[in-house]
């Protein structure tokens, strides 16, 4: 099974976000960019399709800072290919790139294309079903397992409640993962910066594509609404939990 | 500027889902603002779902039984019928497992803007939406202009009540389109049974990242005994095999409301929250005051969870 | 002495016999070459030399176990004299007329060493049998989960001893008697033979064929035995006499801190025995299983399934298994496999206690850290140890937190610590992860920064551009992502202008000292806050107005005393604040890890831990009776103690206290 895993970076959420002047946008200086962790999960589930009954995986990534170091891991991962796409806008949402995704792929991807089922920056919907839709291919989102069949695959899709469904999907086929069958693997730096010498990454310039056709007109924090009464130690806790009648 | 709305109503095990009330409450306000109609789409419904949605204007209805169990590929083709049909404004849909399948697929099928983990939707001549994005952490307001648009809308973003009504809702009945039949629904495989029921709790200490290692699972679970609780968990808990799916809180888990829930380490992904809402009173325990569980909790306390476990358990035996 | 027949029987014996032993001997040779490279042939005499005069004084024995080291010492000064005695009793065989009995003064003087000496052997080798075989001291079995050779299970060690034990006694044992028979034989004693001499008087009444007899009888079990025994010795855990001080002399000269660099960049652990460096294949031939590394080590201490005693004994019967083989070229077993499993690789805390302790100059230690960076190179590390790794690799810190945040310890401070990054200072405090971003250890860093600010000190630190030193991170095996941080680190140094550099940190203090040479040489120099704190006070920069009073014991940190030395530094400083310091038993060489050096901070305990190396601890200390304080001069010291004080159920009892909090009281700062 030849397999794709499209790979994005969202900010790091450990960081604390600020709104930048425009008012519409993070500052970037507060921002850190790592891979979406549901994509390191799509690539996990991948490379295990792909020790289980045979294949290959491509990675894809738009172009940045530091996604060499991260298509390099994922090569040290046990990935065959990696793609980088030259000149398309980080910041141009999902619906862009979708499509400058399925245009690097030459609208194919193989049998099967794995993606993270969500990133914390979703403002346009979600890539799996976008790309899907885009290459006419069948999509399942929150997927936390794939079993490889004869054309097809079966997956199990989580819904509410830790109920699971399980579906049987046509190839080609596109899924957004939730979380592989097992924590994704570690790649050793060491193998990392061997891959780097010895591997190359292909590039491909981006398509133009069409971007999410409406605007940010403002980002901010949460309001708190009344927000939390802050406590003040474990003193007060009690108090609460007290008043509250539970203990 | 005028418009109807169109709500997609989600069912699973033979009941709509809260979800579907939200969105419908949701939907009859916009449409009340954009003076239009508000339309559930019923897909693989039966006639005592369609009862229950009196606060709609009309119930349209695609197929039935053959089509009780979610298939995200005749839904999206009925859904999208019935766009074609009612040319609705705004399509309001879940952002939840259903809804993500159908949402994003439906904004390329036709061509509409998506906006997605809406919390808010104000209508009018422009349709503005927020989404709550980055983990919980910033709240993003966008302008989609006067364009017919689908908005995917996260769980609890508006009160069920306002969309049940009784009456008889008026039903339409839209021919399934077919499909080719590339996805097909196997079985439901329902989660082993836990020891314990963590929505039959009254107290439930949750924990999240902030607990660091397996081991520390054990402090927290002191707590909980010492409090006559369960423990609970965040989706990565869970997902590093820490706890069983069973003590799973939030949108790919169970909704919990118990009288208080007491979150450890919790950061208050958008996720989460949608499974612990509903608690009476929230303490959120976190070394992040920036932490978004903060701004749902009714207490906070912004210390290291290992000390406050410790310090709490010790409280309480000595009570 | 001998008659012609027995001549010829016994050269034939001695010629069969080292045939057969010398082909043990050239395959241990070939297999010990089959390790990798390293570097041990600098100055040979002079690290014989340094050897001889270190066994002679028995000293490397002497850092432990002080009774049975008592006993050793009468074997060996005992063994050694027989060499001697030997040779004589060659002569006496072979010379006919040749005898120092009725000598003159050197002959009377052999005669008396020779005496007393056996006796010495003898008392010696009792006493171990008693202590083997009746004693059974728990020292000497393993935890039920650590993995064993099944010769070993099968009690291979026990027989091994009670071979060895019996081959002495019969040796020296019979050469005795059979003095003691010459002497009733010649019917007269001699006072230079003491012993010998008593126990003549109990052959008076034999007959002088039956004594003659009885003398060729002695001569043969005493020699005849040593030469018969020479081919068992490669098999023998006796082999430590010959292997030991070779494996002595050609030990590691290098810093105790510092790791053999990577050879071969593409295996850079050891999957098999001859992957590892050759000097720890000899190791297993040396080892004479006394598990004194066993007892010293945290990880056996708490229950869980490492011992570095059974991985240098699985190596050695495993290399003796497959002798023939492994010397003609065959490829040699896992490591994991044969020698050790691994739930114990991960549970090594790299505390060097068994290095230190070992005897013989072995570094179990050393074989655990090549595993892991095999392990690691396979991307098999555990998961909560990945997860950290990748945080170390993306933000630089264990905790998953932003870099941006690991100078916010100093925001509640009324003062801005400079930031050495934009301005020159004249000490650069290299803060380290733990005091960064552990709330508990923040607020140390604050007191220190306190400290330095009131006694005028002018510093700095790199904030964000501070990266974890990568000491623990090199330990898990992970060479690439030490690398990464080192390199990043140095850099942010290089661009930096100061003086003199610290640390509040003794792994960071261990890394930048012993392993960033290839990255700069100025890191060399860095100090331990220790240090510093103690120049403050004597100087006089730091005034401590107040004698605190109370009494305190302290805990040396792996990475700055065993490793480092700094013994003396914290000590002084505690006691310069007026508090009285008590010892524990196990203190400075000997010290006793808290459980959290070599990435163990950063993995979950082994379910078969039965009792925290921290709890141990502490219960050591509370041993020591009304002391109030438990001091450490570690951030990760601090967190470890103050949780092991709760887990064990102490909180009341013990305060756990950094040395620089004592400072600051002392310094009356608010």
Known sequence: ???????????????????????????????????NEFDDHALEEALLLKEGGGGTVTVIALDGEDVDKMLYTALAKGADRALKVMGGDPDGGNQALAGIFV?????????????GVQAADDRDGQLAPRVGALLGRPCIEVVTEVNPGDGKVTVHKELAGGVVAEYEVDLPAVLGIQAARQTPRYAPVSRVRQIQESATIDTVTSAATEGAGFTVVAMTPPETGEGAQMLDGVDELVKVLDAKGVI | MAGDVLVLAEHFGGSLGDITFELLGMGKTLAGEFGGTCTVALIGGSDAMAEELGGADLVLRLGGEELADFNPEPYGEALLAAIEAKAPRVVLIGYTSMGMDLASTLAVKTGRNLASSCIRVEGGERITTTSQLYGGKMDVRSDLGTAPCILSVLAGSAPADAGRHDGAPTVENLDLPATAGRVRFKRFIEPEAGDVDITAQDILVAIGRGIGSKDDIEVAEELAEALDAAVAATRPIVDAGWLPKTRQVGKSGLKVKPKVYLALGVSGAPEHLEGMKGAATIIAVNTDKNAPIFNVAHYGLVEDLFEVCEELTEALEDR | MLSSAERVAFILLVLVCSALAFKGFARMVKIVRRGRAAQRSDNLICRFAEAFIDIALQRPIFKARPVASFFHALIFFGFSFYVLVNVNDLLEAFVDGWSTIGGGPIASLFNLASDLLSMAVLVGMVFFLIRRFVVKPKVLTFNPSVKLHPAVAAGGLRKDSLIVGIFILMHVGSRWLGTALHLAENGHSDPWLPTASAASHLFAGLSPAALDTGVHVCWWLAMGLIVLFLPYFPRSKHLHLMVAPVNLALDRRSPRGLMDAVSDVASPGAKTLTDLPWPQLLDSYACIMCNRCQEACPAHTSGTPLSPAALEINKRYTLTDHAAELASGASAPNLLDAATSVDAVWSCTTCYACVRVCPVGNEPMMDLLNIRRDLMMDGAAPDELAEVLRSLDEKGNSFGDSPRKRARWSKPLDFKIKNANKEPCEFLWYVGDFASYNPDCQEVSRTVARILTAAGIDFGILYEKERSAGNDVRRTGEEGLFESLAEQNAAALEACEF?????????????????????????????????????????????????????????????????????????????????????????????????????????????????????????????????????????????????????????GKIVVKDIADFVAEAMELG
């Open chain 3, 499 to 651: 003086e003199r550099i610290f640390t509040t940190d003794p792994h960071t203090f261990n890394a930048l000292k012993n392993e960033y040479g290839p990255y700069g040489e100025r890191y060399q120099s860095i100090e331990h806050y220790s240090t510093l704190l103690l120049e403050l006070l004597e100087n006089g920069s730091l005034k401590v107005g107040k004698r605190l009073g109370g009494r305190a014991t302290y805990h040396d940190p792996c990475y700055l005393g065993r490793y480092n030395g700094g013994f003396d530094a914290p000590r002084r400083v505690i006691e310069a604040c007026g508090v009285e310091l008590l010892e524990m038993p196990r203190n400075r060489e000997n010290s006793f890890c808290c459980g959290a050096g070599g990435g163990r901070i950063w993995m979950k305990d082994h379910d078969d831990m039965t009792e925290r190396p921290s709890e141990n601890r502490i219960r050591e200390a509370l041993e020591l009776g009304a002391i109030d304080s438990f001091v450490v001069a570690c951030p990760k010291d601090l967190t470890m103690y103050r949780d092991a004080v709760k887990t064990s159920g102490n909180e």
């Open chain 1, 103 to 115: 245009a690097a792929l030459d609208g194919h991807g193989g049998d099967l294309i794995l993606t």
């Open chain 1, 1 to 35: 099974m030849d397999m794709t895993v499209l790979l994005k970076r969202v900010p790091d959420l450990v960081e604390d976000l600020e709104v930048d002047d425009s008012g519409k946008a993070l500052d970037e200086d507060s921002v850190s960019l790592k891979l």
